[in-house]
C-alpha cells in the first residue's frame, strides 16, 4: 500500500484538483454511479472524543474506501489540532487496502471545494460582492476557493467573535481583495454570494437580511442541532444539497423539514446540475447549497492526492 502522510498533503494537493474532483463525485453521484455508505459516529467515552467512519465507493473511478477519525476536544495538551482523521482506500478489484492518507488538511480543502462547485454553479450573474460568516479555521480555506471559483471584486464579513475577523482581513488581502467588516443587514443586503461556516446552534442570517439575487453556501452545520440560517429563509430559496438524506437531517435544512416549511422533494442535488439535469437556479432570486458534508468527497481528494505523490515518486511504499 502508499503512505501519504498528513505533512506532504500540502506540498501536492491543489485547490484545482480538489475541485475537479469534488466536481466529478457529486456528478457520479447524481448519475448513481457512486454510493456514500451509513455513517458511523460514537461517543467513546475516553477524553471527550467523538469517533466514527464515513465511507463509500464511486464505481465511476473506482474509488473506494473510508475516512475514520473526528474531535478530541483536549488535543492541545497534545499539541495536536482536535479534528483528526485519515483517509484508507481499497483496490475495488481485490479489497486489498491501497493506501493510507492524512486526512486533516484534505477535510479543509474538500469542504472549500464543495462551496466552490456550487458557486460555480449557481452564483447570480455577475455577482461581485462575497459575503463571508464565520472566521475560524475553515474560512480561509473557504474563502481561497470561492475566489478561484468566480471573479469577485471585494469581501465582506461578520463573526459572532468580531476579534477572528483578522483571518478573513488577511486571506482576502492575500488575494488581493478589499475587505470590510459589516453587520449581518449589511453583508446580506449587499453580498451577491453569501458562504457561512460558523459552529452555530442558531439562526444568524434572517429571511429579511438577505436582498436581491443571492446564493448561499451554507457549510457549518453538519450535526443535528446546529443552523445558521433563518428557515423562513430556506423556505424561500431554491435548495440544493450534497445528499438528500443528510441534508434532512444532519444539514441546514433539518430545521425547515421539521417545521414542515419545505418537502424533501422539492431539495435538488448539485450534482445534477453539474450533470445538467437540474436546471439550477433558473431564475430563483435565492439559491442555497446545503453542504453536509460526505465520504465520497475525502474518498474522491484522498485518490487525487495518491495520484500526485505517484507522479512525484513521493508516495511511500509499504507491504501489509
Ligand atoms: P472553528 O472552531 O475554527 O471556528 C468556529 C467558527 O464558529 C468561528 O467563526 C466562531 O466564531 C463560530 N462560533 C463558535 N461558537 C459559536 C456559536 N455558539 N454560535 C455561533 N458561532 C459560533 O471551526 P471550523 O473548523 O472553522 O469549522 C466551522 C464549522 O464548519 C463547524 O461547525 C464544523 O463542524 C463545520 N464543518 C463542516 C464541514 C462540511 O463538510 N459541511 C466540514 C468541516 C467543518
Known amino acids: ?158 463573526n459572532p467573535h468580531p476579534e ?13 481583495l478589499p475587505f470590510e467588516a459589516v453587520d449581518l443587514p449589511t453583508l446580506g443586503a449587499q453580498a451577491d454570494v453569501i458562504i457561512s461556516i460558523t459552529s452555530s446552534f442558531g439562526p444568524l442570517l434572517m429571511d429579511g437580511h438577505v436582498a436581491g439575487p443571492t446564493h448561499i453556501a451554507a457549510m457549518g452545520t453538519d450535526t443535528k442541532g446546529k443552523q445558521e440560517l433563518d428557515p423562513a429563509l430556506v423556505a424561500r430559496a431554491r435548495v440544493f444539497t450534497d445528499e438528500i438524506a443528510q441534508s434532512v437531517s444532519i444539514g441546514e435544512c433539518q430545521h425547515a423539514i421539521a417545521q414542515g416549511l419545505i418537502a424533501e422533494e422539492t431539495i435538488g442535488e448539485l450534482g445534477a446540475v453539474v450533470t445538467g439535469d437540474n436546471p439550477g437556479r433558473a431564475g430563483a432570486e435565492v439559491t442555497i447549497f446545503d453542504g453536509t458534508g460526505v465520504g465520497l468527497q475525502d474518498l474522491a481528494v484522498a485518490a487525487a492526492v495518491v495520484e500526485l505523490a505517484k507522479q512525484k515518486g513521493v508516495a511511500q511504499k509499504v507491504d501489509i
Open 164 to 176: 477572528m475577523l483578522t483571518r478573513l482581513a488577511d486571506t482576502a488581502s492575500e488575494l488581493g
Open 1 to 158: 500500500m502508499l503512505v501519504v502522510a498528513e505533512n506532504q498533503i500540502a506540498g501536492l494537493m491543489t485547490p484545482e484538483a480538489a475541485f475537479d474532483a469534488i466536481e466529478a463525485v457529486f456528478a457520479a453521484m447524481a448519475r448513481r454511479k457512486a454510493q456514500n455508505f451509513p455513517v458511523v459516529r460514537e461517543a467513546l467515552g475516553h477524553e471527550d472524543a467523538l469517533y466514527g467512519f464515513k465511507g463509500g465507493f464511486d464505481a465511476d473511478a473506482l474509488t473506494l474506501g473510508l475516512k475514520a477519525g473526528g474531535y478530541w476536544p483536549n488535543n492541545q495538551k497534545h499539541g495536536l489540532i482536535n479534528h483528526q482523521s485519515t483517509v484508507f482506500l481499497f483496490d475495488a478489484d481485490t479489497g486489498r487496502v491501497s493506501a493510507a492518507v492524512g486526512g486533516n488538511l484534505l477535510t479543509a480543502l474538500r469542504t472549500a471545494a464543495a462551496s466552490a462547485v456550487s458557486i460555480k454553479y449557481l452564483a447570480p450573474k455577475g455577482a461581485k460582492v462575497l459575503g463571508m460568516i464565520g472566521a475560524g479555521h475553515q474560512s480561509a480555506f473557504q474563502l481561497r476557493a470561492a475566489a478561484r471559483a468566480h471573479a469577485f471584486e471585494r469581501v465582506i464579513g461578520w
